[in-house]
């Protein structure tokens, strides 16, 4: 299981986590609506939603969303951001959460999956899940494109100020990304998955990749003096070397498994 205290990190700054973390592509929740029952009246619970990055999108399809959300900060962010009544809003690590008596027809785990205990994500799921209802998860990672030569030369920045940092890191391509198979790939519990691929680059000025970056696990867990070096340090190198400015280009994998008729 990952480690707990990265897992509840996120909920040190709701606030900074909702003004930053980005959206998903319009694309994605068209082609989600396609390949399951995602519009007016479909049950949705939604698994890890932060402050509601994809959350707003599922509610304008139309879906009746419960929202499991282990972080109170986070929770009342997205609560305040949706409206009272607008979202069914819980606070529970997915692991601990009592399932309700009617079954959803979607699960959904927007960058999120890979948070949950594997042991337990899959057949939770299943018992959440009508049959033939759908679990969705959503992969992301950066990939090459946007400003390479930033990134690489970031990485004196982390090797300076973060010992763990392995040396000549490089950003993958697309092509490079395999697909994000686990267990439910192998489990008898639900139907070969159907995937789909989207490219989004955002632009990032210093300030705000900054911000950003005080959003993630592995930055925030690093200690108070290493964490503002290596901020300090990026900020410097784009604001004196790239105009104030970057691009970071992210991929994300849709996957849609529906529940074996059982």
């Known amino acids: 299981m990952p480690a707990p205290n990265l897992r509840a990190i996120f909920d040190e700054d709701p606030e900074g986590y909702h003004r930053t973390r980005p959206g998903y592509p319009d694309e ?14 479909c049950r949705v619970a939604e698994v890890g939603p932060g402050t509601g990055q994809a959350t707003a999108a599922l509610v304008g399809h139309g879906a009746d969303v419960v929202a499991v959300e282990i ?15 607008t979202v069914e809003v819980v606070v529970s690590a997915f ?10 027809d979607l699960v959904t785990a927007f960058t999120a999956w890979h948070w949950l205990e594997r042991s337990v994500r899959a057949p939770k799921v299943a ?9 969705a998860t959503v992969s992301t990672v950066h990939v090459r494109d946007g400003s390479e030569e930033f990134f690489a030369r970031a990485q004196e920045c982390y090797q300076r100020w973060d010992p763990t940092t392995r040396p000549g890191l490089v950003l993958p391509s697309v092509d490079e990304v395999p697909p994000a198979v686990d267990e439910v790939d192998d489990s008898d519990l639900f139907q070969p998955a159907v995937r789909r691929r989207y490219e989004q680059e ?45 691009t970071k280009r992210y991929l994300y994998e849709l996957r849609v498994a529906r529940r074996s008729e059982r």
């Not at 018992?127 to 679990?135: C, K, S, T, V």
Request: hydrophobic residues 40%; aromatic residues 8%.
């Open 28 to 41: 994605l929740f068209d082609d989600l609506a396609q390949l399951t029952e995602l519009g007016r009246g």
């Open 95 to 104: 692991e601990d959460w009592v399932l309700p008596e009617q079954p959803f």
């Open 127 to 135: 018992d959440a899940l009508r049959p033939g209802g759908a679990l």
């Open 71 to 85: 972080g109170p900060g986070l929770a009342s962010v997205l609560q305040r951001r949706l409206g009272a009544g």
């Open 202 to 246: 955002l632009a990032y000025t210093a300030e705000a990749y900054v911000e950003l970056l005080t959003t993630y696990s592995g930055h925030r867990a690093l200690e108070p003096p290493q964490r503002t070096g290596l901020l300090s340090c990026l900020a410097d190198l784009i604001n004196e070397d790239f105009d104030g400015s970057i």
